[in-house]
């Protein structure tokens, strides 16, 4: 579980939009301040594998899962007596990590690794303090073509590979057995419509109970767009074109219809002003069913819910989802003993032996799908009901949310859009040309 402002755990791979202001900073940080180091040479030219030599990683995570990490990093110097890995959370949350990195870059002062989430990559690839590991993850003992697509495509910048997978996710929708058996409605399948799910959830909903068929995040966070995209996609919509914002297509406005269906006519929807209250609820029993990913899986046992997990409705068949994947991003400190000595730890945490130690110990997706066969993800999917779907739904996670300049400004427009829109305030178009007209500024940068 990494390190978040947040108390609920399924925040923990979101982007903070909090952070935009920070992100701002940061990309700025690039032109003031030191000087950036990138001049276009590999960051590890001329590493001596057996030099001795101190990198720093800052984790971002939580006391438990920081303890796991110093011991892997024990692990890795056992084998490697030659290195001295300084492990840290680096921040007291892991969305305060941007403000520290962005600090360290004016002066000077960042780590070698560094946990981020992946909607940063724009801003720290810009910021000229990254490694381009891109020909580094082409050579075959890293076997890169192992991750997921979308968290391959999150590394990536322009030319540029930041990074590696830190952990991957994605959206499907988990429902309570319970309240589907006593409104006498069959359990969703991998099947279903969207016109499905507006059904069930219409059944589903008691005002007399305060039970609601679903659930939607309006805080106007990442959490309110990121839940958007797949209704896009699922209609062939396109999020941007280039630098052109074009959620405001017929394909987006149609998706934004289909959720304000359901929150203005239906009134079938829990409208969570927080991103904090909607899991607790469905925890609860009084939500049926939420859109969300395998990071609610602990705590959903915990409280005891007999639940099911599923792909996300779909449109004609198609039933794409969104993946919210997270890095470690190796930066250069102008020393290839540094350099070369922070890939060979990352290839190390994330081959398959090891990342079963990192990832699923903790309850996430493993980051590879060669582990599937392992001991350990037996264990896994065992002890967590519902987490072989959602490595299995990673197949439907066909397109990345763009990692361009002005994401996180545009994020923010949309996600003020649907909020008003699922709150009866502005009618879909109005709203998302409204939003696609401000994005425009933010994504010509």
Not at 40 to 67: F, L, S
Not at 415 to 442: I, R
Request: overall charge negative; aromatic content about 10%; some cysteine.
């Amino acid at each position: 579980m990494t390190l978040r402002a947040t108390t609920t755990g399924r925040g923990r791979r979101l982007m903070a939009l909090g952070a935009a202001l920070t992100a701002l900073t940061l990309a700025a940080a690039g032109c003031t301040g030191s000087d950036p180091v990138d001049d276009g040479k590999d960051a590890a030219e001329g590493y001596d594998p057996n030099a001795k030599v101190t990198i720093q990683w800052w984790t971002g995570q939580t006391e438990d899962m920081q303890k796991v990490s110093e011991d892997l990093a024990k692990e890795y110097m056992k084998l490697h007596p030659n290195v001295t890995i300084e492990s840290s959370t680096g921040a007291s949350t892991t969305d305060e990590l941007l403000t520290k990195l962005s600090a360290g870059f004016t002066g000077g002062n960042y780590p070698d690794i560094s946990y981020a989430f992946g909607s940063w990559a724009t801003q720290l690839a810009e910021s000229g303090r990254t490694q381009n590991l891109k020909t580094f993850v082409g050579t075959p003992e890293i076997a890169w073509d192992d991750f997921p697509a979308s968290a391959r495509a999150t590394a990536t910048v322009g030319d540029k590979v930041i990074g590696f997978p830190a952990i991957v996710d994605n959206l499907a929708l988990i429902y309570n057995k319970k309240l589907f058996d006593a409104a006498g409605l069959a359990h969703p399948t991998d099947d279903w419509s969207w016109d499905d799910f507006r059904a069930a959830a219409k059944k589903l909903t008691n005002p007399a109970t305060n039970t609601y068929g679903t659930a939607y995040s309006v805080s106007g966070s990442e959490d309110t767009t990121w839940h958007l995209w797949p209704l896009l996609w699922q209609r062939g919509g396109k999020i941007i074109d280039g630098k052109k914002p074009t959620f405001n297509s017929d394909a987006g406005v149609q998706a934004l219809e289909s959720l304000r269906q359901m929150a203005v006519d239906d009134k079938s929807m829990y409208l969570d002003q927080t991103d904090e209250k909607y899991q607790p609820l469905f925890n609860d029993g009084h939500v049926g069913m939420v859109m969300t990913g395998p990071w609610v899986l602990h705590e959903t046992q915990e409280a005891g819910v007999d639940y099911g997990v599923v792909n996300l409705p779909g449109l004609n068949g198609d039933h794409q989802t969104v993946s919210g994947p997270d890095l470690w991003v190796l930066f250069n400190k102008k020393d290839p003993n540094r350099a070369g000595a922070s890939r060979d730890f990352i290839k190390w945490l994330t081959s398959k032996e090891i990342d079963p130690k990192w990832t699923m110990a903790n309850g996430n997706l493993p980051l590879r799908a060669s582990e599937k066969n392992t001991p350990e993800f037996a264990t896994y999917v065992k002890d967590y009901p519902g987490a072989q779907k959602f490595f299995d739904n990673l197949q439907n996670c066909k397109q990345p949310r763009p990692t361009v300049p002005g994401y996180v400004e545009m994020s923010g427009y949309v996600g003020d859009a649907v909020s008003k829109v699922l709150q009866g305030a502005a009618k879909p178009k109005e709203a998302l040309d409204e939003a696609a007209k401000k994005s425009a500024s933010a994504l010509e940068g």
